[in-house]
T-cell receptor, first 114, second 118 residues
Framework: GAVVSQHPSRVICKSGTSVKIECRSLDFQATTMFWYRQFPKKSLMLMATSNEGSKATYEQGVEKDKFLINHASLTLSTLTVTSAHPEDSSFYIC??????????FGSGTRLTVV | AQSVTQLGSHVSVSEGALVLLRCNYSSSVPPYLFWYVQYPNQGLQLLLKYTSAATLVKGINGFEAEFKKSETSFHLTKPSAHMSDAAEYFCAVSDQADSGGGADGLTFGKGTHLIIQP
C-alpha cells in the first residue's frame, strides 16, 4: 500500500474558527483519496471522496460547505472544517488507495473544538 | 450496495486462547475484503486483505482470515491471543477493482473490541 502522512495529529481550536487537515501520499500518485470521520466508539463514516482535478463527491448528509475538500495534486488532499463547532469534534482519517488494493490510512487527526 | 456486519461489539478471550472475530458481508459483485486493527488514539493498520487469490489469507501478528463465499463470511482468527492484541478490529469491503484511479472507498463494519484477559 501507499505510504501516507496525515497532519496535524491533534488540534484544538476555538468555536467559529477553521481547521485544515492534510493528507499526503508519499510514494503513490493518488487520483482518489477518501475522508472518514470516526465518532467515539463508533465505526468509520465515509464523508467524501476527494478527486484530483475535480470536485469532491460528498456522502449523503455531509455538508459540503462545512467540510471543504481540495485535492490539489496527485499526492495531497486537504480537508478544511469551516466555522467549527463543538459537535464537529471527532477523529478524522484519510484513506489512500494504493496499488494492489493496498488501502492505507493516515494516522488520523483528533479535532477538539472548544 | 455493499455492507458489512460484525457480530459482537465486544469479544473477550483469555490470554493464549483462540481469537475469533466474525465478519459477514453483502456485495452484489465479488468482494475485496479487509481487516484493520486500531489501537487507542491511533489510526487504522491493515492486518490482511482478500483480493480473489487464495481464500485463506495470512496477515500480520499471527492473524489469518478465510473467505467463504457460500457463507458470505470473512472471519478473523488467531490461534493464541496475546495481551498486545487488545484493540478495536474492523472488517471492511470494497467491490470495485483498483484500476489505478477512481477506486471506491471501503465500507466498514461497526467494529469489534477485543479484550484479552490475563
Amino acid at each position: 500500500g501507499a505510504v501516507v502522512s496525515q497532519h496535524p495529529s491533534r488540534v484544538i481550536c476555538k468555536s467559529g474558527t477553521s481547521v485544515k487537515i492534510e493528507c499526503r501520499s508519499l510514494d503513490f500518485q493518488a487520483t482518489t483519496m477518501f475522508w472518514y470521520r470516526q465518532f467515539p466508539k463508533k465505526s468509520l463514516m465515509l464523508m467524501a471522496t476527494s478527486n484530483e482535478g475535480s470536485k469532491a463527491t460528498y456522502e449523503q448528509g455531509v455538508e459540503k460547505d462545512k467540510f471543504l475538500i481540495n485535492h490539489a495534486s496527485l499526492t495531497l488532499s486537504t480537508l478544511t472544517v469551516t466555522s467549527a463547532h463543538p459537535e464537529d469534534s471527532s477523529f478524522y482519517i484519510c484513506l489512500v488507495p494504493g496499488a494492489g488494493y493496498g488501502y492505507t490510512f493516515g494516522s488520523g487527526t483528533r479535532l477538539t473544538v472548544v | 450496495a455493499q455492507s458489512v456486519t460484525q457480530l459482537g461489539s465486544h469479544v473477550s478471550v483469555s490470554e493464549g486462547a483462540l481469537v475469533l472475530l466474525r465478519c459477514n458481508y453483502s456485495s452484489s459483485v465479488p468482494p475485496y475484503l479487509f481487516w484493520y486493527v486500531q489501537y487507542p488514539n491511533q489510526g487504522l493498520q491493515l492486518l490482511l486483505k482478500y483480493t480473489s487469490a487464495a481464500t485463506l489469507v495470512k496477515g500480520i501478528n499471527g492473524f489469518e482470515a478465510e473467505f467463504k463465499k457460500s457463507e458470505t463470511s470473512f472471519h478473523l482468527t488467531k490461534p493464541s491471543a496475546h495481551m498486545s492484541d487488545a484493540a478495536e478490529y474492523f472488517c471492511a469491503v470494497s467491490d470495485q477493482a483498483d484500476s489505478g484511479g477512481g477506486a471506491d472507498g471501503l465500507t466498514f463494519g461497526k467494529g469489534t473490541h477485543l479484550i484479552i484477559q490475563p
